[in-house]
Every structure is written in structure tokens, then in C-alpha cells.
């Protein structure tokens, strides 16, 4: 019979702390909790990323399956590509019978918070999202540094207690990152115009620039094109997770596209030039 509520005390310390998903972000941060934790325990299904989790020494097991290691632990991290965490999220009462704490680490929010707030009493979820990253993933570019000084945006939902709470600051404070709380809603509006409309703009120059254009690009180019390297899939889960806020964000940005155009048809100098010099 599961229990209705979940243990009020959490201590990190006292942790055993499972990561699903080695790659770039879940590498980081198990370098980062290395030592911070009573064990930290990671699965993924790629075995390059497996032979470099065990190679770091960050981790007490690593294993392919979820299941082998997800018993064992007191707090999950779901730290895998947005739709893999939605379907983790269907899997984790079949996976483990605990109680346990479920954070996630997933770069869209609204659709894991809501598959979250279906899950059985005794699992006490937590979104999160850490405002850090590399165009190249992969535990090989992992880093323990990756997050200090950063934002890392929490979605709580209304059921989650102050036992969550607690873990994801402690976590957010143990990786050095700096805690920002917001909406599920809120936060993919906000990355949609921060993050996910940036890597459009970024692949849209990339696409566009004629090849032969690129044997006199400088750093300028390979910094305004270098968000257009990131992972397809993982960019696919991003934006299909978030189509809503992306395509509001795109109009605006389209917009402001028109004005500048406009102005340089029209040969408005003080028009391009309000535009040049308006900060935002």
C-alpha cells in the first residue's frame, strides 16, 4: 500500500541520488555532486556514455537499465532528452516501488510538469532546468564547472512539499548554479526567447550564408552560427515541446526583421538608426 506522504526530512548528504542520462548535462552534474551525495548512481542506454561515467569515478554504479539502480535510490534526476524524460516519467512506477524525490533537468517544462502531477503519491516531483550548456553534449564534454554562476530555473507543482524543495536547492547549491523559481508556464516563455529562438536564428544565418561566402568568415560568423551545431534531437524534443511560446517568439522576432528591412528599403536613416542604438 503506498504512502500518501512522502518523508518530510531530506538531507543530500544522506543521498543516494540516481541520474538517468549521461550525457552532457547529467555527466555535469554527476561530476558535480561527486562526493556531495551518500552515492550517486547513473543509467543510460548508450555504452560509450557508460564506459566514460565509470572511467570519470563520479558514480558508485552505472548501468543500462533504470531499473537495475532505481530501488536503491532515495532522488531521481531525470537528466535525458525532453521526450525521454516524459516517457521515463509514464515508466517510474513500474521502475521503483520507494518513495523518492523526482527532479528533472529537461529544457521545455510545461508538458514534464504535467505528466508529473500524474504521478502515484508517493513520488515527489520537482522540475528544474539549469540555464548552462555546450552546442556538443555527450558525457566527453561534461564538465563539474558547467553550472557555477548560472541560473537554474525550479517549476515546482502544487503538489510538491517542502522535502523537494529542499533536495532541488540543495542540489542547485551543491552544483554552485543560482536558484530561480518560475512557473512551468512562464519559464518556456522565457527560454523560448532566450535559448530556443536564438538556436533558429543561429541555424536560419548558417543555412543561408552561400558556401563559398564562408572562406572569409571570421569569429563573428562562427559565434552568431555556433548554436546551429547543437544536437537535432535533442532540438526536435525542444521545440516540438515548446511549439506554443516558439512560434510567439518567432513572430516577434520576425517583426522586428520587417522593421529593420523596412527601414533599409525606405533609406530611413534615423528609423536605422533608433533601431541600431534601442536597447533592450
Not at 75 to 94: F, G, H, K, N, S
Not at 126 to 151: C, D, R, T, V, W
Request: proline fraction near 8%.
Amino acid at each position: 500500500m503506498e504512502s500518501e506522504t512522502p518523508p518530510a526530512e531530506f538531507a543530500l548528504r544522506n543521498a543516494r541520488v540516481a541520474i538517468l542520462g549521461l550525457g552532457l548535462i547529467g555527466g555535469s552534474l554527476a561530476l558535480a555532486l561527486r562526493g556531495k551525495c551518500a552515492a550517486l548512481l547513473g543509467a543510460d542506454p548508450n555504452p560509450e556514455a557508460r564506459l566514460l561515467a565509470e572511467a570519470s569515478g563520479a558514480l558508485e554504479r552505472v548501468a543500462a537499465d533504470p531499473a537495475e539502480i532505481l530501488p536503491s535510490a532515495d532522488a531521481v534526476i531525470l537528466a535525458a532528452p525532453v521526450r525521454t524524460i516524459l516517457a521515463l516519467l509514464e515508466d517510474l512506477p513500474r521502475l521503483t516501488p520507494r518513495t523518492t524525490v523526482v527532479m528533472d533537468v529537461g529544457s521545455t517544462k510545461s508538458a514534464i510538469v504535467e505528466r508529473m502531477a500524474g504521478l502515484p503519491p508517493r513520488f515527489d516531483p520537482i522540475g528544474g532546468h539549469p540555464m548552462a550548456g555546450k552546442e556538443h553534449g555527450g558525457f566527453a564534454n561534461a564538465e563539474a564547472g558547467l553550472f557555477s554562476g548560472a541560473p537554474f530555473v525550479l517549476t515546482p507543482l502544487a503538489r510538491t512539499t517542502q522535502r523537494a524543495r529542499n533536495f532541488a536547492l540543495a542540489v542547485v547549491e551543491a552544483v554552485g548554479a543560482r536558484p530561480l523559481w518560475l512557473d512551468a508556464e512562464t519559464h518556456d516563455r522565457y527560454a523560448a526567447a532566450i535559448s530556443h529562438l536564438p538556436y533558429l536564428t543561429s541555424l536560419a544565418l548558417a543555412l543561408a550564408t552561400p558556401p563559398e561566402a564562408t572562406t572569409m568568415a571570421g569569429p563573428g560568423f562562427r559565434s552568431a552560427t555556433r548554436l546551429a551545431a547543437t544536437p537535432p534531437q535533442m532540438m526536435l524534443d525542444i521545440l516540438l515541446t515548446n511549439r506554443r511560446a516558439v512560434l510567439e517568439a518567432l513572430s516577434h522576432f520576425r517583426r522586428t526583421l520587417d522593421a529593420l528591412e523596412n527601414a533599409l528599403i525606405a533609406e530611413e536613416e534615423e528609423e536605422l538608426r533608433a533601431l541600431l542604438t534601442r536597447k533592450r
